[in-house]
């Protein structure tokens, strides 16, 4: 099992309300959502969601797993930005016609 993967995929379902939505935005589909979230559910032997016609609702373990998946995306994040901030601290110069700026500056003009 993909854990990684599989807590996106859980992330998405709680976001959006419906396994159905979460599909549509991680371009899978229904199905193979509903297999990752049964997967973590057989991993932490519990449920973490109570099933509604009208969309899901989360147990309480499964408000505990939400709340560490948002801080590892959030950590995924950070470590993903160190790496590129790495990459690009020692890429070379990027020249126009009008001037001259490191790569990394300008990667920043456009990310902030």
């Known amino acids: 099992m993909d854990t990684l993967f599989s807590l996106k995929v859980f992330r998405e379902v709680v976001q959006q309300g419906s396994f159905t939505r979460a599909a549509e935005l991680l371009k899978v589909t229904q199905p193979a959502v ?11 032997g519990a449920d973490l969601f109570f099933r509604q016609s009208r969309g899901v609702v989360l147990t309480e373990l499964g408000k505990k797993l939400f ?7 959030e950590t995924e994040q950070a470590v993903l930005a160190l790496l590129w901030m790495t990459v690009f601290a020692t890429a070379p110069m990027v020249f126009t016609t009008d001037y001259t700026l490191d790569l990394r500056t300008f990667i ?5």
Not at 34 to 44: C, G, I, T
Not at 67 to 73: F, G, H, P, R
Not at 108 to 112: E, K
């Open 34 to 44: 509903s297999d990752h979230v049964r997967k973590l559910e057989q991993a932490y």
């Open 108 to 112: 920043l003009l456009f990310i902030t």
């Open 67 to 73: 709340t560490l998946a948002e801080k590892s995306a």
